[in-house]
């Protein structure tokens, strides 16, 4: 869709909301593919909500303008603060290790304008890894299936989600861990995966075994939906 088909208010819509806990190192590299969104009137603001780093996560957030919110260490507390603080109409939950797409801020802005009105919907990336392996592909095949098949992406695949629809279904939960998988619950049906793939860091997987790693990911999700406590979960995912 053309841009000037587009009708928004004056301000740019979307808020990027990263959490963070001594990622600074490695944040300029989000931070700079979040840049295209400026170009195409798409970013509003940056706000990195952090969990207690001892990194120097402010003097980063000072030199690229984003606003910097702080508290206790948990990710989806991290991600409450963010969007508490954003004033977009749009949020675009992010994490420090994924990197948005060449194009991310177009199909936003597409998808913003088919859900402005009526039933808003959220968005998310489909997921590749910043990786040639085999396994690295296969993996990603099977999350891209697991987000189309079942509307469960995780936190590392992005999502963009309107004001209105994040209140009306209360947001994230107050979870160490499984926040991504408790608000795509919520948003059972409410998603759309764009094609456009997001790329995010394999060193995990790599270090652990892609097979392992995998193998790990899909018993802490059963766990989790057992009713296995995240807290137990987080602790022993750490």
């Given at each position: 869709m053309a841009r000037a088909q587009r009708k928004f208010t004056m301000r740019a819509p979307i808020s990027v909301i990263i959490p963070t806990l001594n990622v600074a190192a490695n944040l300029p590299d989000c931070l700079a593919r979040t840049m295209e969104g400026l170009n195409a009137g798409a970013l509003r603001e940056l706000v990195?909500?952090?969990?207690?780093?001892?990194?120097?996560?402010?003097t980063l957030a000072h030199a690229v303008g984003a606003e910097l919110v702080t508290g206790e260490a948990g990710r989806g507390g991290q991600l409450i603060r963010g969007a508490q603080a954003a004033h977009g109409e749009w949020l675009l939950f992010l994490h420090a290790d994924t990197w948005l797409p060449e194009g991310w801020s177009e199909a936003a802005l597409d998808h913003i304008q088919a859900h402005q009105s009526g039933a808003h919907k959220a968005m998310a990336f489909s997921l590749s890894f910043r990786s040639t392996a085999l396994m690295a592909r296969i993996t990603a095949g099977w999350a891209n299936l697991r987000s189309r098949r079942f509307g469960l992406p995780y936190g590392d695949q992005a999502l963009l989600i309107s004001?209105?629809?994040?209140d009306q279904i209360g947001g994230y939960p107050d979870l160490p861990l499984m926040e991504d998988v408790a608000i795509a619950r919520k948003l059972k049906g409410q998603i759309v995966i764009n094609p456009l793939c997001v790329q995010t860091d394999p060193a995990r997987y790599q270090s652990n075994g892609w097979l392992r790693q995998g193998g790990q990911n899909l018993w802490r999700l059963f766990r989790y939906l057992i009713g296995v406590d995240p807290a137990q979960l987080h602790r022993d995912y750490r």
């Open positions: 990195i909500s952090d969990g207690g780093s001892s990194d120097d996560i402010s004001r209105a629809l994040y």
